[in-house]
């Protein structure tokens, strides 16, 4: 159990220290994780609703088994493009 407590510990200090050090400011990190937070909780409830749409709709087949991994593939990449820093003069 301490091992575990301490873990968390260190996970909580390196976080602050990589966000501390990022250009902009630690206030300015800490909004751009809220954003990004935000963003995937959007993405989550897309793949949800479309992973219950894909089992509803097909019964059996290559659908249901590859139809929500393509989903998340798909989700994952918009991610990667919704999720970018701002430009700095904008926001």
């Given amino acids: 159990m301490r091992g575990f407590l301490l ?3 260190v996970i909580a200090a390196m976080t602050v220290s990589v966000l501390a050090i990022r250009p902009g400011g630690f206030r300015r990190q800490l909004r751009l994780v809220a954003r990004r937070f935000r963003i995937v909780l959007v993405l989550g409830g897309i793949f949800i609703f479309g992973s219950l749409v894909i089992r509803l ?5 290559p659908v249901v088994d590859y139809g929500p991994g393509g989903l998340a593939a798909a989700l994952a ?4 493009f919704v999720a970018r820093d701002p430009i700095a003069g904008r926001g």
């Fill in 77 to 80: 990449i918009a991610f990667l």
């Fill in 7 to 9: 873990g968390l510990l």
């Fill in 57 to 61: 709709a097909f019964k059996e087949g």
